[in-house]
């Protein structure tokens, strides 16, 4: 029972780092941008706790909003978005790379403890019969629940702050607690939570390519360009990846 609450447990964080990602190299200044996965990630990180209740940013009514309740969530929930996005971006950076950009760390560090002051708790007691094992009852005192959230990177942060948290009292080690990576192609910017930690990292195969060719000298793409031209149609189209 323990390696199966571990395994889902697991799985939770993984998505929420997936999501976190995904966030961090939206785009919220369109208004066809979907704000689905922004949800389900908040969502995720707060329990369940739904939009509106108890999102004391969310809930505020932007000058000239529309008074359509459902869309002006919408409105407020994308202005919060785009609002939060380089702040996350820079944590991330931080995380991802804390040597290479120490210089963010300060800025970081009062990001993360602005959120998470922004949360308050409730403790509800646990009604079953109390087990210490699990095997037939549970193993819980009490449950917490998330009762208020006083901004959108409240719940993110707080996140963020238990892995750091888990890295420092040694849980885990750097790469399993912080498993971001920053696309190694520069001047990209984009994030990759990637499968394997490797010592290479990329957040699409395009880059991965562009990379490459940028590392090598004039002399060998000339020769690459000279070698790609004499193969057959059909070997190029495949490596497009047209079929």
């Keep these: 029972m323990q390696r199966s609450r571990k395994k889902r447990g697991t799985e939770r964080e993984r998505l929420i780092w997936q999501g976190i990602v995904d966030y961090a ?8 941008s ?3 996965p922004l949800k ?10 739904e939009l509106g209740s108890g999102w004391r940013e969310v809930i505020e009514v932007q000058r000239g909003a529309t008074r359509d309740r459902k869309k002006q969530m919408e409105e407020s929930l994308r202005y919060w978005a785009a609002h939060h996005h380089s702040d996350l971006k820079k944590v991330l950076l931080w995380l991802s790379a804390p040597r290479e950009n120490g210089s963010l760390g300060e800025a970081a560090v009062q990001l993360l403890q602005k959120h998470t002051e922004g949360i308050s708790w409730a403790l509800g007691p646990t009604y079953a019969e109390f087990d210490e094992t699990g095997a037939n009852g549970v193993p819980a005192f009490y ?3 998330l009762s208020s959230c006083w901004s959108i990177m409240s719940a993110i942060c707080a996140f963020l702050c238990n892995r750091i948290d888990q890295f420092q009292d040694g849980d885990l080690d750097l790469l399993e607690a912080i498993p971001v990576r920053i696309c190694d192609r520069p001047g990209c910017g984009r994030f990759k939570l990637p499968e394997r930690q490797r010592d290479a990292c990329y957040c699409s195969n395009k880059c991965r390519s562009a990379d490459h060719q940028s590392q090598k000298s004039p002399q060998e793409k000339a020769e690459y360009m000279a070698s790609y031209r004499k193969r057959p149609l059909t070997v190029k189209a495949k490596k497009r990846g047209v079929k």
């Design 40 to 49: 389900i990630l908040l969502s995720r990180c707060m329990g369940e706790l």
């Design 34 to 36: 979907s704000l689905e």
């Design 143 to 145: 449950y917490r629940h």
């Design 25 to 32: 190299n939206g785009d919220f200044t369109s208004p066809e």
